[in-house]
């Protein structure tokens, strides 16, 4: 039985991820209701709008089965907008989050005249080259909690842009929007 990945429909691009999705040993599904999150053996949350995300957790109580995921060490990725979903601390926000994550980001934070551009970035665990990496009015990390287990995975111009812990996988960038499948199957491998 193929393992059940589902990307969390509520807003932002979540198409992409299931598009890139297809092409590997799961199945993808779209998902946004407690019921079908319940269901899923791995979870993304995408990039998007990271306070419209938030709200829209909130009002539908769908943070409850992706808590309960957490804790059963079910994995669970946030791309750009997922990774501030993410994080315990949001520099100067109180907006909503799960803040399952020992990090502190902070939202575009590679400044106005940059807001998007790509690069290539040497990943730690991804060991045959670097990765392409697509920015998006991202934001990056500037603190992790060591000694609760959070391990950097990849910096770019000396900030954090790729983290995990334990289950939980945050990244800047947008693997789902390069042919570049290898961070896909790094995540798929955190499936236990
Ligand atoms: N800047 C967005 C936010 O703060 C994130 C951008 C993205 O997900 N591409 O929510």
Redesign the pocket.
């Known amino acids: 039985m193929p393992k059940v990945v589902g990307v969390l429909s509520l807003q932002?691009d979540f198409l992409n991820h299931i598009q890139t999705l297809a092409e590997l040993d799961c199945e993808a599904r779209a998902v946004k209701t407690p019921a079908a999150i319940a269901e899923c053996d791995a979870l993304i949350i995408p990039?998007?709008?990271?306070?419209t995300i938030g709200k829209l957790l909130d009002r539908f109580e769908v943070d409850k089965p992706i808590r309960e995921m957490h804790a059963a060490g079910k994995p669970i990725w946030g791309?750009?907008?997922g990774m501030?979903i993410l994080a315990k601390e949001i520099v100067a926000s109180d907006q909503w989050r799960l803040g399952l994550m020992d990090i502190t980001v902070e939202?575009?934070a590679f400044g106005r005249q940059v807001d998007s551009f790509e690069t290539d970035l040497p990943v730690k665990g991804i060991d045959s080259g670097d990765v392409r990496a697509v920015f998006?009015?991202?934001?990056f990390v500037r603190e992790v909690d060591e000694a609760a287990g959070v391990e950097v995975l990849a910096t770019f111009e000396d900030k954090i842009v790729m983290c995990r812990q334990g289950n939980l996988l945050a990244s800047a960038f947008?693997p789902e929007m390069t042919d570049d499948r290898r961070v896909q199957q790094y995540f798929l491998d955190m499936i236990v």
């Open positions: 932002g990039g998007g709008e990271s306070t791309t750009c907008a501030i939202r575009n998006i009015r991202a934001p947008h």
